[in-house]
């Protein structure tokens, strides 16, 4: 409850997104960089979680989606992919990255876990931004 009596409203995840946006939001440390951007192979936006040079998403997580592309690295399940060979395989557009701080401030804006700024589509130019 908010200190002015209001109940704040649920995160959601907005329809036809996957898994991998609230899985990223929930695992945001406040040195990570939060990622939302375009992949190729998906017909929507994708999410992860940039640490320490490694990129952390729902997918390897689980084991889903790049095995069956044949795409994935087991060993990187627990420890994440090297940032300049997940971009290398996956070829990320429209890139996106948010701070800890400007990831919880446009949730709690939007009341959903992402995508935000109109990354509702896969466009075809890269057009890399930082938003904090």
């Not at 095995?67 to 890139?95: C, H, M, R």
Request: overall charge positive; glycine content about 8%; charged content about 15%.
């Amino acid at each position: 409850m908010r200190s002015n009596g209001t109940t704040p409203k649920p995160l959601r995840t907005p329809p036809g997104m996957g898994q991998c946006f609230q899985w990223a939001w929930q695992n945001l440390l406040i040195d990570d960089a939060l990622v939302h951007a375009s992949i190729s192979q998906l017909r929507g936006p994708h999410a992860w979680i940039e640490r320490n040079g490694r990129v952390f998403d729902w997918q390897t997580n689980v084991l889903h989606w790049y095995f069956s592309k044949g795409l994935g690295q087991e060993n990187y399940q627990n420890v994440g992919w090297p940032i300049d060979e997940f971009y290398a395989a996956f070829s990320p557009t429209n890139i996106v990255k948010y701070t800890f701080t400007g990831a919880h401030t446009l949730a709690a804006r939007e009341w959903t876990y992402g995508p935000w700024n109109g990354l509702w589509t896969c466009p075809s130019t890269n057009n890399p931004t930082n938003r904090s």
